[in-house]
């Protein structure tokens, strides 16, 4: 069996579904233009049945992306499969990826079919995508908790119907390591396959073993990973492509496996997606956090400036991070600011490259040093306005409980200035943005965060506001940290009128 192992990345499509996690057309393209950089092996760009705009989704990525695999998914109906097939058409390397439930729990409870109806659907599916497309992967979802001999009959039924990829996916995070392992040998040992076939694993971290759950059912002969940049995805998330990728990496004696991924691009490919999401990374997430290869104790930083190795398993430039991450001052021009926009990943227009650079010029007025992160976020800031409805022109607070505040905000050549008055500085201004907009939200979270060092570093805060029972992830980005909340809750507000708009 081959040592390398595919990495079969899931952001665009199972990441996307996390709660909040929603991205529009242009920003999936951005995305897997880095994930192309990362080198996965397959992008599953989307689930192109679900809405027009997704079909646009997959259609546009899989006419963008040259060297790696795109995937779309389908459920095993003629309608999905023949829709995923349609968004697929540009693609150079197309992949359909169908599913059904094999579960007992599944099957009575959701689909309320019979194993050999299953079985039926399952070889008439995957005949039918073969027909349309080269290749095809199957999932049997809930594999975990199926009935392995069941389970065994689904999967030699989809590889004599045409599928070249088996997935058995954990879609509840349910399993432990050591009974994945058992259960890939097994399966792969009765259905004897023919070598092409590929086995792979798809894994959510419900009990925190997603990761954990892949490489066991590496060992246990699956070669392709299902995984997603920061493991966002459906609940608790999936299996983290970072994690996985260096836990090969770093212990070749232990998993002795290897993925084509440039690891290089990883830490850039997780701030990308964490500003066009807003879902913001844990500071202690391993390798991509904020913390990841910090050290705080006085003996740890004495050992590490002694040497590395002391307490440090890989360096952050293996990942993609620089120790000092200080990019650029007021003298850099604007030929400066291209270059480094090209290093983070970002293809700007000329346009763009414009207005950020007169951002850019206004930001290193007033703090010394614009760090890598800074520079996102005023690019996440800038590419926000394109679908923006409302323009936050001006925001002043006075006095602390009760606080008033006031806005002024521009709506086209409009302007609406509003006052209201509130618990805090903070609470008063998102009052008189409701107002003069003339709807609200349920503000449930709210986060604000330095992004860079130094006093006076730039604020970025991230909210979540709950409107019509969908959640809308806002961020926004100032020196004033009241300017940063209220910037953040009127992005999800416009975000909310620019999905609205296309309904
Ligand atoms: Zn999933």
């Known amino acids: ?90 693609a150079k390397k197309p992949v359909l990826h169908t599913f059904i439930a094999t579960s007992d729990i599944h099957l ?87 070598a092409h076939v590929v086995f792979s694993s798809h894994n959510h971290n419900d009990l925190g073993l997603a990761v954990a759950n892949a490489l066991a059912a590496v060992r246990g002969g699956a070669r392709q990973v299902e995984c997603t940049v920061n493991g966002i995805g459906e609940r608790a998330g999936n299996t983290s492509l970072e994690e996985v990728v260096m836990a090969f990496k770093i212990r070749n004696n232990v998993y002795p496996y290897f993925t084509n991924v440039v690891t290089e691009e990883i830490y850039k490919s997780s701030r990308m997606l964490s500003n066009i999401t807003g879902l913001v990374v844990p500071y202690n997430k391993p390798i991509v956090g904020r913390n990841a290869f910090a050290h705080e104790a006085g003996i740890h930083q004495h050992g590490v400036i002694a040497s590395r190795i002391t307490y440090e398993i890989m360096t952050p430039e293996s990942v993609g991070r620089s120790r000092s991450e200080l990019v650029l001052g007021k003298h850099s021009g604007k030929h400066g600011l291209a270059k480094k926009c090209e290093e983070l990943g970002f293809k700007l227009t000329e346009t763009e490259l414009s207005t950020l650079y007169q951002k850019f010029i206004a930001l290193a007025d007033r703090k010394k040093e614009v760090f890598e992160d800074d520079l996102r976020v005023l690019i996440a800031s800038m590419r926000d306005e394109s679908f923006v409805t409302y323009h936050l022109e001006e925001v002043t607070t006075a006095g602390h409980n009760p606080a008033m505040a006031m806005v002024k905000l521009r709506k086209g050549d409009q302007e609406i200035i509003q006052t209201a008055i509130g618990d805090g500085p903070v609470d008063a201004a998102c009052q008189a943005l409701e107002e003069a907009i003339g709807f609200s939200g349920k503000l449930e979270e709210f986060h604000i965060r330095a992004a860079t060092p130094g006093k006076d570093a730039l604020g970025e805060a991230h909210v979540s506001v709950r409107i019509e029972g969908t959640l809308y992830n806002g961020t926004g980005a100032s020196t004033d940290i009241i300017e940063a909340a209220v910037r953040a809750y009127l992005n999800a507000l416009n975000k909310y009128l620019a999905i609205r708009s296309t309904k």
Request: glycine share 6%.
């Open 1 to 90: 069996m081959p040592d390398r192992v595919e990495i079969f990345d899931t952001t665009l499509r199972d990441g996307e579904q996390s709660p909040g996690a929603s991205m529009n057309v242009a920003e999936k393209l951005e995305m897997a233009a880095q994930l192309e950089r990362l080198n996965v092996d397959t992008m599953e760009a989307g689930f192109p049945v679900a809405s027009e705009q997704e079909f646009e989704g997959v259609r546009k990525v899989a006419a963008m992306i040259t060297n790696c695999k795109v995937a779309a998914l389908a459920r095993a109906v003629k309608g999905d499969i023949e829709c995923a097939a349609r968004a697929l058409e540009p």
């Open 108 to 194: 009575e409870h959701k689909l309320r079919m019979t194993r050999q109806q299953v079985l039926d659907r399952t070889g008439e599916a995957v005949a039918l995508a073969k027909s349309l497309v080269e290749r095809v992967e199957f999932s049997a979802e809930d594999a975990t908790r199926s009935d392995w001999d069941y389970l065994t009959e689904v999967v030699k039924t989809a590889i004599s119907a045409g599928a070249d990829v088996i997935n058995l996916p954990d879609t509840v995070g349910y399993t432990t390591p050591g009974e994945i392992e058992e259960m890939f040998r097994y399966i792969i040992a009765k259905v004897n396959a023919p």
